[in-house]
């Protein structure tokens, strides 16, 4: 079954600076990836998703992740982050022929003004 | 407005009382799944169902029953709750898990607190 990875739980940064997430999973077929995104007090939405095409994805309020399939990598950046990026992201995955979606266990990033 | 509905948004209950968490989508979605949240372990996944009557067990299914009777509705039943289930409890929803739109929509959260 497929796993996730993601490191540093906790992030702390100031507005402006840029911000990567690192998100490794451990599966060897063909994986779809995703980034979720949970504001405080909400619930999980959507950030951006890869299935297949060009590896660097562009997803909503300026991030991105690039898929590096020989390192089994999906790691999220933001070039310069907001206040209101604060919240907890979360890595997803899942394989293709697979019914279950694999998350890791969250980044808390909290941005200071 | 399409949305996954969850009832109720906080429960205190104690150890053995049989409780109920429903969730319904008004989108039609085939695929309905039940998420645990637990801090430093992020969201595991307890049942999901790919279509009507057709259930599946997750990563934690231990102490939890779904059913699938209408396409709509996936409740979560804990026959017996037990403080170790006390945590925070996701629904989703998704239209199908074969193809590409494979975007999983949430509901707000459950609450779950056992005594």
């Known amino acids: 079954a497929q796993s996730v990875s993601q490191h540093n739980h906790h992030v702390i940064l100031s507005e402006a600076a840029s911000l990567e997430l690192g998100c490794n999973y451990s599966y060897g077929g063909t994986v779809n990836l995703f980034w979720y995104v949970q504001y405080p007090g909400q619930h999980l939405q959507l950030l951006l998703k890869?299935?297949?095409?060009?590896?660097l994805v562009k997803g909503i309020k300026g991030f991105e992740a690039e898929f590096i399939k020989s390192k089994f990598s999906f790691n999220l950046r933001k070039p310069s982050v907001q206040w209101s990026d604060t919240a907890e992201y979360f890595c997803?995955?899942?394989?293709?022929?697979?019914?279950?979606?694999?998350f890791g266990k969250g980044n808390q990033v909290v941005v200071i003004p | 407005e399409a949305q996954v509905t969850q009832n109720p948004r906080y429960l205190i209950t104690v150890t053995g009382k049989k409780l109920t968490v429903t969730c319904s989508q008004n989108?039609?979605?085939?695929?309905m799944s039940w998420y645990r949240q637990d801090p430093g372990l992020g969201l595991r996944q307890i049942y999901y169902?790919?279509?009507?009557?057709?259930?599946d067990k997750g990563d934690v299914p231990e102490g939890y029953k779904v059913s699938r009777k209408e396409k709509r509705n996936f409740p979560l039943i804990l026959e017996s709750p037990s403080p170790n289930q006390t945590s925070l409890y996701f629904c989703?929803?998704?239209?199908?898990?074969?193809?590409?739109?494979?975007?999983?929509?949430f509901g707000s959260g459950t609450q779950l607190s056992v005594l």
């Open positions: 997803a995955v899942n394989a293709r022929g697979n019914n279950r979606l694999a």
């Open positions: 989108m039609n979605h085939e695929y």
């Open positions: 989703a929803s998704s239209l199908l898990y074969t193809g590409r739109n494979e975007k999983l929509f």
């Open positions: 890869y299935f297949s095409g060009d590896p």
């Open positions: 169902s790919m279509n009507v009557e057709v259930t």
